[in-house]
């Protein structure tokens, strides 16, 4: 069974620029979330969707963090003006659901460094 | 604020030995609470996880024990091994949501 895609898989990008990220979950996986883990700390929930529909985005920066997906497959997570401290891995999950627990697989990531 | 705090943040164990990680939750709505180990360069990967009707789990070296009075849970890693050493987190999810909250990670070496 093909895991979580996401791409790039690394980023390098001066303050107030913008970027893009992009995720693949695993078919049929009706859930998925972005999470972002700053070096040294465990992953903190960004967005959750239910298929194309979103479920939780309460830690989301709205100003300057976008994310959509379309279709209710792919994800792309936005960042406009990128800032410093938005240095950090943005990892990818998905699930079967989302009521009750199960379980998430997560992809590998994408390390952006804002410089 | 819904926290899990987790130690320590860094464990030595000599391979063979008994690794042990601890976290306390706040949250009394809680009710599952998974552990997940994460290789440099690679997502988190669930290891086990345990819902506080049972007080333990165990799933070949790997065994959650849980307090539910104490809000506390632990992981022990039996015979630990140098191909355990990773980074760490316990989580815990709301009823009704997978969304996770985790703690800031344990990074466990086994030394040969």
């Known amino acids: 069974e093909a895991g979580v895609a996401q791409s790039p898989r690394y980023k390098i990008i001066e303050k107030r620029q913008s970027v893009a990220f992009w995720c693949n979950p695993i078919?049929?996986?009706?859930?998925l979330y972005w999470y972002q883990q700053i070096l040294g700390q465990g992953p903190k929930l960004l967005i959750q969707?239910?298929?194309?529909?979103?479920?939780?985005d309460s830690q989301l920066p709205k100003d300057r963090f976008s994310a959509e997906r379309l279709k209710g497959v792919d994800s792309t997570l936005k960042i406009q003006p990128a800032k410093l401290e938005d240095s950090a891995v943005y990892l990818c999950?998905?699930?079967?659901?989302?009521?009750?627990?199960?379980?998430?697989?997560f992809g590998q990531g994408t390390r952006l460094t804002v410089v | 604020q819904q926290q899990v705090k987790q130690s320590p943040q860094s464990l030595i164990v000599q391979k063979g030995g008994i690794s042990i990680i601890n976290c306390a939750y706040e949250?009394?709505?809680?009710?599952?609470f998974p552990w997940y180990q994460q290789f440099p360069g690679k997502g988190p990967a669930l290891l086990i996880a345990?819902?506080?009707?049972?007080s333990e789990k165990k799933e070949g070296r790997f065994t959650i024990s849980f307090n539910k009075s104490a809000k506390q849970f632990s992981l022990h890693i039996m015979d630990s091994q140098p191909g355990d050493s990773a980074t760490y987190f316990c989580?815990?999810?709301?009823?009704?949501?997978?969304?996770?909250?985790f703690g800031k990670g344990t990074m466990l070496l086994v030394s040969p």
């Open positions: 969707f239910q298929n194309n529909g979103v479920v939780d």
């Open positions: 345990i819902r506080p009707d049972v």
């Open positions: 999950a998905s699930s079967l659901g989302y009521r009750g627990f199960t379980e998430a697989f």
């Open positions: 949250n009394t709505a809680f009710d599952y």
């Open positions: 078919s049929g996986h009706a859930t």
């Open positions: 989580a815990a999810s709301n009823p009704g949501y997978s969304t996770l909250t």
